[in-house]
Antibody
Framework: QLQLQESGPGLVKPSETLSLTCTVS??????????WGWIRQPPGKGLEWIGS???????YYSPSLKSRVIISIDTAKNQFSLKVTSVTAADTAVYYC????????????????WGRGTLLTVSS | DIVMTQSPDSLAVSLGERATVNCKSS????????????LAWYQQKAGQPPKLLIY???TRESGVPDRFSGSGSGTDFTLTISSLQAEDVAIYYC?????????FGQGTKVEVK
């Protein structure tokens, strides 16, 4: 059974960089049938796609976050990671990593497996 | 961006009754090349991650009870719970994967009346 687990600091100060890692177990991250993505959910609000990465390292980002986001992948460790720079209180959210079934180019797909999510709070 | 708009924002249905959630996209998510609608539905229970219910607008994910069904094409879609069970209390989201950025509806909260 595929499992995804997010890990990260929980609390980040404004203007600093948020860093999260997703560890995938029960399956290989090096599959040509999937993207690996990050989705976030501010407290009490809806879901926002941040971006997706292919095992080759090709990345696709939401235009609204593109200037502040980097997603990377480490196939040897079966992990992928998210960095968001210059965070503000608006970046406070539960961050989910997910597997996306590849349905087209540019990171497009639907999420068939999700991590449990990690709450990231931006506060001084 | 393709804007996904769900209606209603919330609904309360008696146990055993039908619940219907609507989702409208700002442009068609039907891809003419494969005649597929690039739309998924998710269920999110309190304190849990979303769970995939339906993809390609009407294909039920493995293990999802058959009381859940999806329909629609182009810009208008519906998620139907044919006989609401207590465990179906959740927020339901639609998502389009026709274009990037991937976008979700704002969610519909389903409760028991």
């Amino acid at each position: 059974q595929l499992q995804l687990q997010e890990s990260g600091p929980g609390l980040v100060k404004p203007s600093e960089t948020l860093s999260l890692t997703c560890t995938v177990s029960g399956g290989s991250i090096s599959s040509n049938n999937y993207y690996w993505g990050w989705i976030r959910q501010p407290p009490g609000k809806g879901l926002e796609w941040i971006g997706s990465i292919y095992y080759s390292g090709s990345t696709y980002y939401s235009p609204s976050l593109k200037s502040r986001v980097i997603i990377s992948i480490d196939t040897a460790k079966n992990q992928f990671s998210l960095k968001v720079t210059s965070v503000t209180a608006a970046d406070t959210a539960v961050y989910y990593c997910a597997r996306l079934v590849l349905t087209g180019d540019r990171g497009r797909g639907f999420c068939d497996y999700w991590g449990r999510g990690t709450l990231l709070t931006v506060s001084s | 961006d393709i804007v996904m708009t769900q209606s209603p924002d919330s609904l309360a249905v008696s146990l055993g009754e039908r619940a219907t959630v609507n989702c409208k996209s700002s442009q068609s998510v039907l891809y003419s090349t494969d005649n597929r609608n690039y739309l998924a539905w998710y269920q999110q229970k309190a304190g849990q991650p979303p769970k995939l219910l339906i993809y390609w607008a009407s294909t039920r994910e493995s293990g999802v009870p058959d009381r859940f069904s999806g329909s629609g094409s182009g810009t208008d879609f519906t998620l139907t719970i044919s006989s609401l069970q207590a465990e179906d209390v959740a927020i339901y989201y639609c998502q389009q994967y026709f274009g990037t950025p991937l976008t979700f509806g704002q969610g519909t909260k389903v409760e028991v009346k």
